[in-house]
């Protein structure tokens, strides 16, 4: 997919510099940066009620993210967030390199799945070499292999409510568990993979094993790390702060978090 055309591709960035005057210029310079200024982030997280349906509305619902070539692969592609999962359960997993592990389909299916990760590396394959944007001002290019999240939901069949598709991770800040969502749109989107390969080796502790979530169109803390279940819901109401991620409750960022 390298050569891909992403000239029609608006993004966040584009459209908010293309409403917001002043800011959009920074915006467009200094794109990385911007959350280090309070002032700017805010002016962001107020500009999210019109930016989903803008997004949703201007770009195909199968616009690609941009995929690049393996010579513009980072040399190095850092870790953030939490690093490993602190608790005895995950502890054991990785002990014994994940052969007992399994992945928890269920919420709003027809038939909840319980998968290995053998049965996730044997699924049909996508790999993808794309770019991830991490609000804290960094970004790397990286490769992700694993089977198409739209795979595994078609596997576990959705009832007719479902709207969200959560992810629930391994890891805790304190006692709060990292929790991530998607909506249907962007669950069925062909780039959306539980990856459990990056850069052509089993994904790292570091970087979330077993498997991970990349949607290739939105920020970095969407691409929940140490995915121990997907549950599909009819709302986001309800759990933990109600906000979709645990990003989301705890400091305001932007659910559809479209780079
Ligand atoms: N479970 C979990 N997923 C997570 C995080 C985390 O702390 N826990 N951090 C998020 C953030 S902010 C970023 S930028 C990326 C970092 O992924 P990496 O460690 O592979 O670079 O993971 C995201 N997913
Ligand atoms: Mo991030």
Redesign the pocket.
């Known amino acids: 997919m390298s050569g891909f055309n992403n000239s029609a591709i608006l993004s966040r960035r584009r459209l908010l510099g293309m409403g917001t005057v002043g800011v959009g210029g920074l915006l467009l310079a200094g794109c990385d940066k911007i959350n280090a200024n309070p002032a700017l982030r805010s002016i962001l997280q107020g500009a999210d009620d019109l930016h989903y349906p803008l997004q949703r509305g201007m770009l195909g619902r199968d616009t690609l993210a941009r995929e690049f070539s393996p010579a513009q692969m980072s040399p190095v592609?850092?870790?953030?967030?939490?690093?490993t999962a602190d608790t005895d359960a995950y502890r054991a997993h990785v002990a014994d390199n994940f052969a007992r592990w399994t992945l928890t389909v269920d919420g709003l299916v027809k038939t909840p799945l319980a998968l290995p990760l053998a049965a996730l590396m044997a699924m049909p394959q996508r790999s993808q070499i794309t770019r991830?944007d991490?609000?804290?001002g960094w970004s790397?290019i990286g490769k992700w292999q694993g089977p198409q999240l739209g795979g595994i939901l078609a596997m576990a069949g959705l009832l007719p409510a479902a709207r969200y598709a959560v992810f629930h991770?391994a890891?805790n800040?304190g006692t709060t568990p990292?929790y991530?969502s998607i909506d249907l749109i962007e669950a069925f989107h062909p780039q959306s993979i539980l990856a459990w390969r990056m850069n052509d080796q089993p994904l790292s502790v570091?970087?979330?094993a077993p498997i991970?979530l990349r949607v290739e169109r939105q920020l970095?803390?969407k691409?929940?790390?140490?995915v121990m279940r997907v549950e599909l819901r009819d709302t986001l109401a309800g759990l933990y702060g109600g906000k979709g991620g645990f990003?989301e409750d705890s400091t305001g960022y932007q659910w559809y978090a479209g780079i």
């Open positions: 592609f850092r870790t953030n967030g939490n690093v991830h991490c609000v804290e790397a991770c890891d800040f990292y991530e570091g970087h979330g991970r970095g803390y691409q929940a790390k140490y990003w």
